[in-house]
């Protein structure tokens, strides 16, 4: 999107919303990017991965969906893996829906990854970092588990972890089922938002070892657990989070 509607407070995205990317425009960033490291022909790899996520909420614009079904027409002899990252608004289910469909006739088999951004199982706590009404726990659990078919890859719950911020994994136990979904617990970006908010990150690259309780207790409720620290070369480049967008209105990410 060309800012996003949401706000998050973690998210540099937010604020200045000026409309939704239709899908030419998303396939035209990724042509530009496999022809930036591949040059001419199609992309000479084992997998092509593409994310919808950090610039707006994708569940938000049903482009997405258009973007997804041109994507794998576009590459039809790459091994193309999808991923949509969501908050799971409450407006986007049906987006879901047709989600789910876009993903069974194009991605089957473990090329399609669905990810639920939580943060927090605290709901208001939750609410305060994403200000926009979310679907419940309960919600959530239900749509994860009707996506995935034999051999999908299960559901991801994201968890960036942040000083203050509870998470209990016994609540999310209550909620999600270890057969269906997994845990992703990641760092804080250095995003502007997340700074004028107070927020900080518990992880960097360098201070792995406060994830070590949350995966440990993860685990304990039968989770999988995947703890991912991006490169820093991503704060440097603005990739994480809308930093790309302050760049552009020249403010610090």
Not at 158 to 182: K, S, T, W
Not at 221 to 230: E, H, K
Request: glycine residues 10%; aromatic residues 8%.
């Amino acid at each position: 999107m060309y800012g996003c509607p949401v706000g998050c407070q973690m998210c540099d995205a937010g604020g200045g919303y000026q409309g939704k990317v239709d899908a030419e425009g998303m396939l035209w960033q990724v042509r530009e990017a496999v022809a930036q490291r591949f040059g001419g022909g199609g992309p000479r790899t084992d997998m092509l991965k593409v994310q919808f996520a950090r610039m707006g909420d994708p569940a938000l614009n049903d482009q997405v969906l258009e973007a997804l079904t041109r994507l794998r027409q576009t590459y039809p002899e790459t091994n193309v893996v999808a991923s949509v990252s969501t908050v799971g608004p409450t407006a986007a289910r049906g987006f879901l829906e047709r989600l789910k469909a876009v993903k069974e006739e194009h991605y089957p088999g473990g090329a399609f990854q669905l990810q639920f951004s939580i943060h927090s199982t605290d709901t208001k706590v939750r609410s305060r970092l994403c200000p926009i009404r979310t679907l419940t726990f309960d919600e959530m659990a239900g749509i994860g588990r009707s996506f995935r078919s034999e051999g999908d890859k299960r559901v991801t719950l994201n968890f960036c972890l942040m000083e203050g911020i509870p998470i209990d994994p016994r609540v999310v136990r209550a909620h999600f089922d270890p057969e269906h979904f997994l845990i992703k617990l990641t760092p804080l970006n250095p995003t502007t938002r997340a700074e004028e908010a107070g927020l900080v990150s518990l992880i960097d690259k360098d201070r792995e070892e406060a994830a070590k309780a949350y995966i440990e207790a993860f685990r304990a409720q039968g989770f999988d657990v995947l703890l991912s620290i991006g490169e820093y070369e991503e704060n440097q480049i603005g990739s994480n989070c809308g930093q790309y967008l302050s760049r552009i209105n020249g403010t610090r990410a």
